[in-house]
DNA sequence: TTAAATT
């Protein structure tokens, strides 16, 4: 019993060691989101926003993420956004539990993000921009999806469920052709084998409109054998990410610590194979891009790592910038300089990167990357840009 | 062998 304990107590602090070593940057770019977001005690931090002329309708305005990157920031995620057009107000959901915990314990001064957060648009078309501007986007390992929020109720909530013992053969719209009859499907999902790429693991998840129209789907359906299967399914309510205990959140979380500590390179090599992007590798190498003789890098004073773009099309906007540079980490400011008069792009840009490996894998990647008809010239920002 | 969808 004792020794148990003591060994769980070691674990423990080495998954801790691990989160320290590998998260520094994550910690720091935390702790800077808290002081942006003014003091706290004497403002209403997370309060519903006050409309002094009666009742407003969000249902034009109001937009949910998903599928955001585990490490993406407030602030990140308030820059990529605010790039469509003023934000009325936006919020990356986090978790209550790991945000209690005291930062000295763990080093991590605030909740852990859920993976979606809330957009709120001054004007509409702008919600609508966002919508066919970013919806699909591809932020290192996930797509992320932007659509209209519904009105929160909640009727609404808890109406997720966990499907097991699907047949191997089936695909995701035969599951949900299954289930439709029991109401409005939000979402759908089939996991699948990451080794073997796409073949099913007989388990997914199923969200529904209503909570009631996922229990509807629990009766006519757990312990039913779809069509001519072989074996019987099991459908119940998923479980809650944000009801985990304190516990399973801190040990994920050390857990994703321990696999970014370990296998950042693997992940790298698997982000050129996006099919969207088909970045051609630069003969000029990270080292010899860091080394050359009188260039002086800007980097990495406090915001992080900045990167020039040239030779971008007078038509170049700020989500042009995301999607080339989000696949390759963390993202926390793009800019298209623009002429003051006609505010066309002048054919240059800047993007901010977090993480120096990150900013030299996508800058080795993008340089003479071919946009259209035009070849991008990417390199970190340099005290003499303009030299000879 | 349960992935991060309602502030």
Redesign the pocket.
Known sequence: MAASTLQRSRAFKEAERLFLLSSHEQIISTMETQVSNGPTGNSLP?G?VVSTNGPTD?SKT?L?V???P?NMTQEEFKSLFGSIGEIE???L?R?KITGTVPAATTGISAG?????G???YVDPNDADKAINTLNGLKLQT?TI?V?Y????SAS?????L?V??LPKTMSQKEMEQLFSQYGRI??S?I?V?QVTAGIS???G?I?FDKRNEAEEAIKGLNGQKPLGAAEPITV?F?????Q?TGQA?LT??YQTAARRYTGPLHHQTQRFSSPSLLPRFSPITIDSMTSLAGVNLTGPSGAGWCIFVYNLSPEADESVLWQLFGPFGAVTNVKVIRDFTTNKCKGFGFVTMTNYDEAAMAIASLNGYRLGDRVLQVSFKTSKQHKA
């Open positions: 997370n519903p969000d109001n949910i998903n599928y955001l585990q107000s936006c919020k959901v978790d852990q993000s859920l993976g979606y809330f957009v709120n996930k999806k659509s929020a519904r009105p929160s609404i909530r808890d109406a997720n966990y097991s013992g939000i979402t999902r996991l084998d693991r007989g388990v998840f969200r119940k998923a479980n809650n990410p944000s985990k959140l994920q979380l």
